[in-house]
């Protein structure tokens, strides 16, 4: 069945360390996206993707960097320069400029500072 | 500018009450898309309905429905006779056939709505 993966489901980072979420699909789409969950906050735009080695920031980039080498990945490093990131992340994927498709969500990954 | 406003931050009912979700928007696009997406506690965004601009026929998928009125920019959603696997963060959103600014096929998510079934 296609679908995204997102792993590992909960991870958890020592202050200071860089760590890469990561998201995989097989549906053939070109657009992905990272999202980012706190409560009461909904979901924030990170970063997304249209098109394979092209990315554009969301609303709160800082601290976070992406790469789209391959159309099925899409990875998310948490740097030591995001000063909060304990916080769910979603990634999520849709056909590109399908404005009436909507997404196809990760079941998420829990990032815990300790 | 493009926006989603869920204003119910939670909701708390007793099983078999029915509960209205509400989702008020805002687009300058005159072709646009309207979605509701459940995320129960294992955190996965489910997808439970998509609307156009030009359909305002309302639907109803069992103890479900919808009702979409553009001249108040609203798009509800109610459930009937609740049950306690309803309980979930529910997130209407909206994607802009136009996309001022780059961001045609986005969706814009409104803050989500906590609804919780009591048995």
């Known amino acids: 069945d296609g679908g995204i993966t997102q792993s590992p489901k909960y991870l958890f980072r020592k202050e200071g360390q860089n760590v890469t979420l990561s998201c995989e699909q097989n549906?053939?789409?070109?657009?992905m996206y990272w999202y980012r969950q706190d409560p009461g906050q909904g979901l924030r735009l990170i970063y997304y993707?249209?098109?394979?080695?092209?990315?554009q920031k969301g609303d709160i980039a800082e601290g976070y960097s992406v790469s789209r080498e391959k159309k099925e990945s899409f990875p998310l490093t948490v740097t030591s320069a995001q000063k909060n990131p304990t916080a769910f992340y979603l990634c999520?994927?849709?056909?590109?400029?399908?404005?009436?498709?909507?997404?196809?969500f990760g079941s998420g990954t829990r990032l815990t500072v300790v | 500018a493009q926006k989603v406003t869920q204003a119910q931050t939670e909701i708390s009912v007793v099983e078999k009450e029915d509960v209205t979700l509400d989702c008020v928007y805002e687009t300058r696009d005159t072709t646009y898309y309207l979605f509701w997406y459940k995320q129960p506690p294992s955190g996965e965004l489910v997808f439970l309905i998509r609307?156009?601009?030009?359909?305002?026929q309302n639907e109803i998928s069992g103890r479900y429905s919808w009702n979409f009125q553009k001249s108040t920019s609203s798009f509800n959603f109610t459930i009937t006779a609740s049950q306690v696997v309803d309980s979930a963060v529910y997130f209407c959103a909206l994607s802009e056939a136009q996309g001022y600014g780059g961001s045609q096929g986005n969706l814009i998510f409104g803050k989500g709505t906590k609804l919780s079934v009591k048995p």
């Open positions: 549906l053939n789409h070109d657009a």
């Open positions: 993707s249209q098109i394979v080695n092209d990315f």
């Open positions: 999520a994927s849709s056909i590109q400029g399908a404005t009436n498709y909507g997404y196809t």
């Open positions: 609307r156009n601009s030009f359909d305002e």
